[in-house]
């Protein structure tokens, strides 16, 4: 939507993955790009890149410069496993809730220095690294936010809320259909 690319969406109920998707991608994670060529990105990271690899215009930008690559990464392995631990301890028996916890706020704290410094994660403007970041943030607060409310992280807290009412998030939030084999295909963002 913000490179002003257009796709083929295909919403799918997690608990109720669809063949095609185990047959375009065998992990089954979503979200999944099948781009006109066969070629398969199934890392929402190679989906942001390919979005932004032609955007010119404004100051968004791939996260290449000053290590944003690693910070994505950190954000999308460790701490989404502690996220996952916090989230859903009973499928999560290694550590404890709370020590899934410890751990990831220690991320938390980490981004709340760096947006301490900058307004964004890649320094004055929003860029690829905010948007990649924020949704797990904003999962891991919700976890218990009367928690988070505890822990002071004010320019984490308000980097988030800007980013939980920005237009670009709220549209893509909408409820979407689960898509079933048959049905038209519907283009979004819708023309
Ligand atoms: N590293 C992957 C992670 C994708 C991922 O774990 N997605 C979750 C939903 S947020 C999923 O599809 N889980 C599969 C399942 O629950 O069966 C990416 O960034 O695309």
């Known amino acids: 939507m913000q490179a002003g ?3 083929q969406l295909r919403e799918v109920v997690l ?18 790009l099948v781009l006109p060529d066969g070629q398969v990105l199934e890392e ?17 930008r791939p996260a290449e410069p000053s290590g944003l690559r690693e910070l994505i990464a950190h954000n999308d392995g460790e701490f989404k496993r502690n ?7 009973d499928r999560h028996l290694e550590k404890s809730r709370e020590e899934y ?22 320094g004055a403007h929003p860029g690829a690294a905010d ?12 976890t218990d936010a009367e928690w988070f409310a505890t822990t002071g992280y004010r320019a984490l807290s308000a980097w988030l809320t ?8 709220i549209s893509v939030m909408n409820k979407y259909v689960p898509w079933q084999p048959g049905d038209e295909p519907m283009v979004f963002p819708s023309p």
């Open 15 to 32: 608990r109720d993955k669809p063949e095609v998707l185990r047959d375009a991608s065998p992990k089954a994670t979503v979200p999944v």
């Open 162 to 169: 800007a980013w939980l009412a920005s237009p670009l998030f």
């Open 44 to 60: 929402s990271f190679d989906i942001l890149q390919w979005a932004l690899s032609d955007y010119e215009q404004g100051t968004w």
């Open 83 to 89: 996220l996952d631990g916090y989230k859903y301890p």
């Open 131 to 142: 948007i990649a970041v924020f949704p797990f943030v904003r999962q891991f607060v919700n």
């Open 101 to 122: 916890r410890a751990a990831g706020e220690l991320w938390l704290a980490e981004l709340d220095h760096r947006l301490m410094l900058s307004p964004y994660l890649a």
């Open 5 to 7: 690319v257009a796709v």
